[in-house]
């Protein structure tokens, strides 16, 4: 039996039958390890965003697990908007919003539909014309490495078509420095649904899975992997991202592979699945079904296989929609466009 159809099986379980109103009291956990493949830019005002906190929290031994550091921070809008661009990306492919007519959808505009899976999932807000609360909590992320370790500042300039800084006689002054965040730095984090259907599970995970640039400059830099370790199904809310990082500190620490930069990813991926359970294990909420390290690889392929096929994805998105609009018209008035 597949990992999909074992889920499905349990459905009255994990899922909800449509898109519930109140909370029910279910969460599924996207438990990730985000790592930098480029040079992306995480920043405000100009400059990368950093935070200093205790390098660990003790629980492994680690022998500087007090000392305060500074940690690179991805806040959370630099990782829901990417992924909620690519799930609209998705549902303008198939058809299920549109640019006009019926089925118009504009982001971040008066123009939000307020019924498809997107405005339903992700939450909206238009003023005096309603809101809805997003499904999805995401926090802010905090690398694993400090701040000194995992940036690196580049000059840049502006070059001409005809690849130099002079034309006519004169030459531009506009030269500049960026600060960058380097390869393999990583970033724990988890991403949370809350009370989930079947179809919202599919789609939040398909976002994470297919987004690959986030923070600024993504155009030309900003590519990211998603290492999704790991879901868990459970009653309440789970660990912090921060607290998450500092655990993985810990245990690198511990085994003594904070030392070489950059970190090994598979020493990296591991560790995590590792601390994640030991950290599940304390959190006072029902565990109700957890796969975490080899045990998720199965369902990540299944996933993967599913948005390779296009009548599957259609299906999938189709279904969804009809329970998103369903909701909007019961609960939101908005059913039919105005």
Do not use: W
């Not at 996207?30 to 995480?42: A, D, G, K, Q």
């Not at 200093?52 to 500087?64: E, K, L, P």
């Not at 899975?209 to 830099?221: F, I, P, S």
């Amino acid at each position: 039996m597949s990992m999909l159809d074992q889920l499905q099986r349990q459905d009255a379980d994990l899922f909800l039958g449509d898109v519930a109103q109140r909370p029910q009291g279910r969460y599924v956990h996207y438990i990730l390890i985000r790592e930098s493949e480029s040079f992306p830019v995480f920043q405000t005002d100009g400059t990368l965003n950093v935070i200093r906190t205790q390098a660990g929290v003790g629980a492994n031994g680690s022998a500087d697990a007090g000392a305060v550091i500074s940690r690179l921070v991805m806040f959370k809008r630099k990782q829901t908007s990417p992924e909620r661009l690519a799930g609209r990306e998705l549902l303008r492919l198939h058809g299920i919003i549109t640019d006009e007519g019926e089925r118009e959808c504009v982001y971040n505009d008066e123009k939000f539909c307020k019924r498809c899976p997107d405005c339903i999932t992700y939450g909206y807000a238009i003023g005096d014309q309603g809101a809805e609360k997003s499904k999805v909590l995401v926090d802010s992320a905090f690398s694993i490495t400090r701040y000194e370790d995992s940036h690196h500042a580049f000059h840049f300039n502006a070059l001409y078509e005809h690849g130099t800084m002079t034309n006519e006689g004169k030459t531009r002054s506009s030269f500049g420095e960026q600060d960058h965040i380097v390869p393999q730095v990583f970033f724990p984090s988890v991403v949370t649904l809350r009370d989930p259907t079947y179809e919202s599970f599919l789609y939040v995970m398909g976002n994470i899975l297919r987004t690959a640039r986030y923070g600024a400059q993504e155009t030309r830099t900003g590519r990211v992997e998603n290492h999704l370790i790991g879901v868990a199904f459970t009653s309440g809310e789970i660990f912090s991202n921060l607290h998450f990082s500092q655990a993985m500190y810990d245990a690198l620490a511990k085994a003594g592979q904070l030392t070489i930069l950059p970190l090994e990813r598979q020493h990296v991926l591991t560790a995590a699945s590792r601390v994640a359970r030991t950290l599940l294990a304390e959190e006072p909420v029902e565990q109700r079904f957890v796969v975490l390290g080899e045990e998720a690889v199965p369902l990540l392929n299944e996933v993967r296989a599913l948005y390779q096929d296009r009548g599957r994805t259609q299906a999938l998105l189709t279904s969804f929609d009809r329970k998103t609009r369903a909701y909007a018209e019961q609960h939101l008035g908005n059913g039919r466009k105005r």
